[in-house]
């Protein structure tokens, strides 16, 4: 199998970063797989036949069509907009994934509703809509926010913007907040840009999930 996924790329004209993308999973992942020393997980093999027609069996065994269709009709590789580049951002839906946490801590078993491709985009582990207007006029509900993930609570700027998923008494609550210091210990302030927002202070202890934001998006559409 791991020679025959190759062949797969090679026929497909695809990049190892380009083809770990549809996959989901990290290039030098997928060199692991493409090489025999890590085998191809089922839902890998799952995301090739939906997305690529991609005959499994032959994928097992080497025998019949390497694709189920004809390759000039399989409508993801028929859409030059949906080819993958090394610098695009997977788009996930939080309300698909049931939330930031499950997103963040297995981000491979995402799958992305779409992918980001901007010229000069900064680094980023991926992008969700936002809803609610505490941060309008800078964001607003429907906008997409790109996030950088933070394992670290000592390495929040303080002032920034960030994205963050808190404990509301067993319920996840998702919003995008500036953080500031807070005077009191095991505490910071989330402050919104939106003024009729009130300032909020939290335990440090409620944050579940933690992404500084790195760009935001709006699509404006003309009536």
Not at 33 to 41: D, P
Not at 53 to 64: P, R, S
Not at 109 to 121: E, G, R, T
Not at 206 to 221: E, G, P, T
């Amino acid at each position: 199998m791991p020679n025959r996924l190759k062949l797969v790329r090679q026929e497909l004209k695809l990049t190892q970063a380009e083809f770990a993308n549809i996959l989901g999973i990290g290039k030098s992942a997928l060199c692991m797989i493409e090489t025999g020393r890590s085998a191809l997980s089922e839902r890998n093999k799952n995301i090739l036949a939906q997305q690529l027609n991609l005959n499994t069996n032959w994928l097992e065994t080497g025998e019949g069509n390497m694709f189920n269709t004809p390759k000039e009709l399989i409508p993801f590789l028929r859409n030059s907009d949906r080819i993958i580049s090394e610098h695009s951002v997977p788009l996930y839906n939080i309300e698909g994934t049931a939330g930031l946490v499950p997103l963040f801590t297995d981000n491979n078993s995402a799958q992305p509703v779409d992918y980001i491709n901007i010229p000069n985009l900064p680094k980023c582990d991926g992008a969700i809509y936002i809803v609610g207007d505490s941060m309008y006029p800078i964001l607003k509900s429907g906008d997409i926010v790109l996030y950088k993930q933070v394992n670290d609570l000592e390495n929040i700027f303080w002032g920034d913007m960030y994205l963050l998923s808190l404990d509301m008494e067993g319920e996840e609550f998702v919003t995008v907040k500036y953080i500031q210091k807070s005077e009191r210990q095991g505490y910071i302030k989330l402050v919104s840009q939106n003024p009729h927002h009130a300032d909020k202070e939290v335990a440090i202890d409620r944050i579940r999930a933690l992404a500084f934001v790195k760009a935001s998006i709006r699509m404006n559409s003309l009536r």
